[in-house]
C-alpha cells in the first residue's frame, strides 16, 4: 500500500464519512440473492474438492481453496449485505466487482478473518485498507455491510468504499485507481483449515 493510500484510509475514517450521507441508499430496494434453502444463483469456482453446501438455512464453505460466485450482475454501484460467521482459525473473504470465474486477486475483497495466522482482520480491503484490531469473535455471527460507488472528489474520479461491521462504520476507502470497474459477488472458501457459513445475502442497486 502507497503512503498516499494509507493516509486516504486513514483520512477517509475521519473527514469524509458525511459525504457517503448524500447517498439515496435508503430510495433503493434490497434483493435477496440467496433463498435460505439451495445454491440456486451461486456456482463454484476452483478446487472440485471444496465444499459448498446449504446447512440449517446457511451456506457453508470448507475444504480447499475456492470461490462462491454469484451468477447475477454485474453490479456497479450498490449497497451489499450479508450475514457471516468464521472458525477459529478460519480465513475467507467477501468479494465485489469481482469476475464470473475469479482467482483470488480478482475483485475487491472485504476480509473475513478473526484469529487466522493472517493478521489483516474483519473489516479489511485487502491490499488496499488494512485492519489489524479484531472486531468479530470467531464463532460468532455478524453483518458486514459495504456502500460501493463511483463517485468524484476534488475534480478526480474514484470509487468510494464504506465499510460498516455490525452497524459499526470503519472508515470510508477512496479508490482513485478505479481498480474494479464492476462485476459479481463472491465468497472465498481459503484453505482446508477454515469454515465459513453465509446467510441473509442482500443487495440494493444505486444510481
Known sequence: MTIARRLFCGFAALSLCFIASTASAEDGKWVSLFDGETLDGWEKVGNEKSVWKVEDGAIAGSGPPSMLVNTTGPYKNFRYRAEIKIN?????????????????????????????????????????????????????????????????????NMTRIKVTVDGNELYEYLDFDLTFKEGHFAFQQHDPGSKVHIRKVEVMELP
Open 88 to 156: 477459529d482459525g478460519g480465513n475467507s473473504g467477501l468479494y465485489f466487482r469481482t469476475t464470473r470465474k475469479p482467482g483470488f486477486t480478482d475483485g475487491y475483497e472485504a476480509q473475513i478473518d478473526s484469529t487466522h495466522t493472517d493478521p489483516i482482520r474483519t473489516g479489511s480491503i485487502y491490499g488496499m485498507c488494512h485492519v489489524y484490531k479484531q472486531h468479530v469473535k470467531p464463532g460468532t455471527w455478524f453483518t458486514y455491510d459495504l456502500e460501493v460507488r463511483d463517485d468524484v472528489w476534488r475534480g478526480r
